[in-house]
Structure formats: C-alpha cells, structure tokens
C-alpha cells in the first residue's frame, strides 16, 4: 500500500500544471495592463509638461513685448514650430477694473483641436 501512494505522488498531474499556468497568466495580464497604463499615463504627461512650458514662455514672452492696449492679439513666438502638432495663441483682454495700464493676457495652448492648456497672467504698462 505504501508503494502505491509513493507512485501517485512521484510527478505532477496535468490539473496541477494547468491551474499553475491559469494562475500565470493572470499575473501576467495584470502586469501588462498595469504597463499599459503606465505608458499610456506617461504620454499624457509629456504633452501636458510641454502645453506648460510653451504656455510659461509665451507669457515671458509677451511681458517682454510693448504694452498692447486691450483687446489685442500678441504675436507669438516663433519657434513653436518646434513642436509638431501644437499652437499657441495669445491674447489680451481688459480687467474688471478697466485700468487702461493694466490687462488680463491669456495664453492657450492647443494639440491638435483639443485645448491642452490655458495660463492667464496680468500684464502692466511701464
């Protein structure tokens, strides 16, 4: 009788290695789609890291340029053909105070038709 039970558990049954592979696989579907959301999330990132960069030299930009009385486009800096698949609009509105030396500069940044970001800044005539 000992020798019996020795030989049945001598190697491993097909249902061992089967459920071994089943647990494998979803081990292994959790992690690609934890990948896959990492990668998507980091693409998002970096076009949301470059809106903001643009957005903050264009607004530099802007502060350097002659006091534009409000409402007024400004130009746009020039190397933003650099980037591929974005534009960058600037425009100046007047404030709630309606100060003549004072105005509220707005300065979009889109992808494409979806706007990725809007920074507004104050700009002052000196």
Same mark, same amino acid.
């Given at each position: ?7 049945? !558990? ?5 249902? @061992? ?9 979803? *081990? ?8 896959? $959301? ?7 990132? !970096? /076009? !949301? $890291?470059?809106? @903001?960069?643009?957005?903050?030299? +264009? ?5 350097? &340029?002659?006091? !534009?009385?409000?409402?007024? $486009?400004?130009? /746009? ?10 534009? /960058?609009?600037? +425009?100046?509105?007047?404030?709630? @105070?309606?100060?003549? %030396?004072? +105005?509220?500069? *707005?300065?979009? /940044?889109? &992808?494409?038709?979806? $706007? *990725?970001? *809007?920074? @507004?800044?104050?700009?002052? %005539? &000196?």
């Amino acid at each position: 009788m000992n020798a019996g039970r020795k030989r049945a !558990q001598k190697g491993t049954t097909f249902l @061992e290695i089967v459920l071994g592979l089943a647990i494998l696989g979803l *081990v292994g579907s959790g992690f690609m789609t934890a990948l896959s $959301t990492s990668y998507i999330s980091s693409g998002k990132l !970096q /076009v !949301q $890291t470059k809106a @903001e960069n643009m957005a903050r030299d +264009q607004m530099e930009y802007i502060k350097g &340029r002659p006091f !534009q009385v409000a409402p007024a $486009t400004y130009p /746009v800096f020039d190397f933003w053909s650099d980037f591929p698949g974005f534009s /960058v609009t600037a +425009q100046a509105f007047p404030t709630a @105070e309606n100060d003549p %030396n004072l +105005q509220k500069v *707005v300065v979009t /940044v889109s &992808r494409g038709s979806k $706007t *990725v970001l *809007v920074l @507004e800044g104050v700009k002052t %005539n &000196r």
